[in-house]
């Protein structure tokens, strides 16, 4: 635990972001409460203390945000192509899962499967949202291009809110074919394919719910806004709160049903204990906030 003590921002301590033009400086500003020894300062004297990380790091890993109309947030045929393939891979799924429970005239377990399905689709999103927040970069293998773009949204959350529907699911859409689209032609079972479709429909969505959770209220479709403040997509207040320090929390963006499950119990932090004592290797989230994971003010378009 003393490992997360010394990594973590104390709470008197704020981040303060130098207006643009860059280079960008973080400067961190403590209030004192107590007398710390050397060097001597008065009590409630505001110190200035220098940056921990030096600028030049700040500079190699800031990037300019997308503006509104950057090519990076327009879907291409390509991604219309995968988020096609993507649907049609659930819609047969689904498809095959009706057809044999009607011809076997079973319903109860298909629902149910698909219930599940879609509990656990909320489940299976906060481990991988969790694991690409925290582990890798850009150059991992596979991963490298969800781990870039996830840390951009951290640092830039408003653009996916820009970003267009195609551009956004694409990437899960392909990986849900890959998967999805042999386990349809294989299996027949309609429990089994009820439970694939509903868990790869959610989580093949589950980037749009995102983007939702990051809309005003007041211009998202009623629909939309009526199905989080029922729970059952993730709501804007619940996602709103991962973008917040101590930036470990809410992970799952489906419906968020186990946000509470998993952040109660500290089961990421068992496990970023477990990875750190057994490979050695630290979750960004036990670093204090830097410029891969602030949120830039300011710089909002609308
Ligand atoms: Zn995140
Ligand atoms: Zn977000």
Known sequence: MSIINQNKLPLSSHHYFHPRPSPRVITRVHCLITTSSKPKVEPNQLVIESPSVPPTQFLATSKAPPQANDPSLKSTWLHRVWLASGCTTVLISLAKSLVGASSMHIWVEPTVAG???????????????????????????????????????????WTITKRQFANNLHALARTVTFIVLPINLLFDDPTFLG????????????????????????????????????????????????????????????????????????????????????????????????????????????
């Open 115 to 157: 219930l599940v399905g879609y509990v656990m689709a909320d489940l299976g999103s906060g481990v991988y949202h969790w694991g690409i927040d925290n582990y890798g970069s850009a150059s991992t293998p596979i991963f490298g291009n969800q781990i870039e773009a996830f840390q951009g949204h951290h640092k830039w959350p």
């Open 195 to 302: 439970f694939a479709g509903m868990f790869s429909g959610c989580i093949m969505f589950s980037q749009q719910f995102h983007a939702w959770a990051h809309g005003t209220k007041s211009r998202l479709p009623p629909l939309v806004a009526a199905l989080q403040d029922l729970g059952i997509i993730v709501s804007r207040s619940q996602h709103g709160a991962h973008h917040r320090a101590p930036y470990n929390n809410n992970y799952c963006i489906v419906s968020g049903v186990w946000n509470e499950v998993l952040d109660n119990h500290k089961v990421f932090e068992v496990l970023e204990m477990l990875l750190f004592f057994k490979l050695g290797v630290r979750p960004r989230s036990w670093t204090e906030p830097n410029s891969d994971w602030s949120e830039e003010i300011g710089d909002q378009f609308l």
